[in-house]
């Protein structure tokens, strides 16, 4: 993944070679460009080191980005200034040699957080072009981000992270914005910044939001997205949620329901959206696991993030009070709101009952 300006780099509209002029032709129109690109990925590179290719050379094989964003000294959208690209399934010279063989088994990774742009602490990394890094020097800058307006004269809605106690260096652009409050997931990558010759630098990201990053990545392997391995969001089913097993309660008293959302793919989300629909004779007292507000019979929630693994499942509880004069079965059906690569949305939903009891006189 890297900034669309730098993506630019790799084609030429002028030049007389074929190849760069695709390249140029499919990131003006936002289309995408697969085959071969005369680049390749080369992850610690170190030319002074006795081994400077460490991780091994990755030629990239496709293209995907959303339109031209600007260039260098002038980015026109930044909410769009991203671009996935696709490397070959193992470095040149070691074609099948087996599943450790891929990239991120050989470099590891940072976890994509799907989001719209909110208020993270973060760190910048990358390796500029400026001396004194010349492109070989590790630069880093921790940071606070907060969602910003996109400054592209559009009145549609974008949002970009921005940080303004974060200054950047030349050359450093498409480098990745790195969270820290649970995973260290990937929240975005370099845009535009002032260097710290500036009195009051600041930089700018395209957030990983589902309507750009979620597009590209629908499109650079559309089978990982039909088969859930990206965004595979939903309720866990748990025994006393199961039809025949419900909860019980007496009449008058409070209680309390838990839903537990887990993702199975590879993506983390951030502040998903979910709602509770209360049955006539419930109240609503309280929430933990989210930030949650009711209206009328209906609680909407906030849940902050959610990462991939069974150690990471996330219990949302909400905390009721049954009327005495309450039906003898009530249902709250819980529902998440996930993103378009969420191919199963049948787990979206879930139904808690509850028998209800009178109390002893």
Same mark, same amino acid.
């Given at each position: 993944?890297?900034?669309?300006?730098?993506?630019?780099?790799?084609?030429?509209?002028?030049?007389?070679?074929?190849?760069?002029?695709?390249?140029? $032709?499919?990131?003006?129109?936002?289309?995408? /460009?697969?085959?071969?690109?005369?680049?390749?990925?080369?992850?610690?590179?170190?030319?002074?080191?006795? &081994?400077?290719? #460490?991780?091994?050379?990755?030629?990239?094989?496709?293209?995907?980005?959303?339109? #031209?964003?600007?260039?260098?000294?002038?980015?026109?959208?930044?909410? @769009?200034?991203?671009?996935?690209?696709?490397?070959?399934?193992?470095?040149?010279?070691?074609?099948?040699?087996?599943?450790?063989?891929?990239?991120?088994?050989?470099?590891?990774?940072?976890?994509?957080?799907?989001?719209? %742009? !909110?208020? /993270?602490?973060?760190?910048?990394? !990358?390796?500029?072009?400026?001396?004194?890094?010349? !492109?070989?020097?590790?630069?880093?800058?921790?940071?606070?981000?907060?969602?910003? $307006?996109?400054?592209?004269?559009?009145?549609? =809605?974008?949002?970009?992270?921005?940080?303004?106690?974060?200054?950047? %260096? =030349?050359?450093?652009?498409?480098?990745?914005?790195?969270?820290? /409050? @649970?995973?260290? +997931?990937?929240?975005?990558?370099?845009?535009?910044?002032?260097? %710290?010759?500036?009195?009051? #630098?600041? &930089?700018?990201? #395209?957030?990983?939001?589902?309507?750009?990053?979620?597009?590209?990545?629908?499109?650079?392997?559309?089978?990982?997205?039909?088969?859930?391995? /990206?965004?595979?969001?939903?309720?866990?089913?748990?025994?006393?949620?199961?039809?025949?097993?419900?909860?019980?309660?007496? *009449? =008058?008293?409070?209680?309390?329901?838990?839903?537990?959302?887990?993702?199975? =793919?590879?993506?983390?989300?951030?502040?998903?959206?979910?709602?509770?629909?209360? +049955?006539?004779?419930?109240?609503?007292?309280?929430? $933990? !696991?989210?930030?949650? *507000?009711?209206?009328?019979?209906?609680?909407?929630?906030?849940? @902050?993030?959610?990462?991939?693994?069974?150690?990471?499942?996330?219990?949302?509880?909400?905390?009721?009070?049954?009327?005495?004069?309450?039906?003898? @079965?009530?249902?709250?059906?819980?529902?998440?709101? &996930?993103?378009?690569?969420?191919?199963?949305?049948?787990?979206?939903?879930?139904?808690?009952?509850?028998?209800?009891?009178?109390?002893?006189?």
């Amino acid at each position: 993944m890297t900034a669309t300006h730098c993506a630019e780099d790799f084609g030429d509209s002028r030049s007389k070679d074929p190849q760069k002029r695709a390249i140029a $032709e499919a990131i003006e129109k936002g289309k995408n /460009y697969t085959g071969p690109t005369g680049w390749s990925f080369i992850p610690a590179y170190n030319k002074w080191a006795d &081994s400077p290719t #460490p991780y091994g050379r990755w030629k990239v094989t496709g293209i995907y980005a959303l339109g #031209p964003s600007g260039d260098a000294n002038r980015i026109k959208d930044t909410s @769009r200034d991203i671009t996935i690209l696709r490397v070959a399934p193992s470095p040149t010279g070691e074609a099948g040699k087996g599943k450790d063989k891929n990239i991120e088994a050989r470099t590891g990774y940072f976890t994509p957080l799907l989001n719209r %742009a !909110g208020r /993270y602490r973060f760190t910048n990394l !990358g390796y500029p072009a400026d001396e004194p890094y010349g !492109g070989h020097e590790m630069f880093r800058c921790d940071g606070r981000a907060r969602p910003a $307006e996109d400054d592209d004269g559009k009145d549609d =809605g974008a949002r970009v992270l921005k940080t303004d106690n974060c200054a950047t %260096a =030349g050359g450093n652009s498409g480098g990745p914005w790195v969270e820290h /409050y @649970r995973e260290y +997931s990937l929240i975005g990558v370099l845009s535009a910044g002032d260097d %710290a010759s500036e009195p009051d #630098p600041d &930089s700018e990201a #395209p957030p990983l939001a589902p309507e750009t990053f979620g597009r590209l990545l629908a499109r650079a392997d559309p089978r990982g997205t039909s088969t859930g391995q /990206y965004d595979n969001l939903g309720f866990v089913q748990k025994k006393h949620n199961e039809p025949g097993k419900p909860q019980q309660v007496k *009449r =008058g008293r409070s209680m309390t329901q838990t839903a537990t959302v887990r993702m199975r =793919g590879k993506l983390a989300h951030a502040d998903v959206p979910i709602t509770f629909k209360l +049955s006539k004779g419930q109240t609503f007292l309280s929430a $933990e !696991g989210a930030s949650c *507000r009711a209206g009328g019979r209906t609680v909407h929630c906030l849940l @902050r993030d959610i990462h991939p693994g069974s150690s990471q499942h996330r219990p949302i509880s909400i905390r009721t009070k049954v009327a005495k004069r309450a039906p003898d @079965r009530l249902t709250t059906t819980a529902k998440l709101t &996930s993103s378009q690569l969420d191919q199963n949305k049948k787990d979206n939903t879930i139904t808690l009952e509850v028998v209800t009891k009178k109390q002893p006189k």
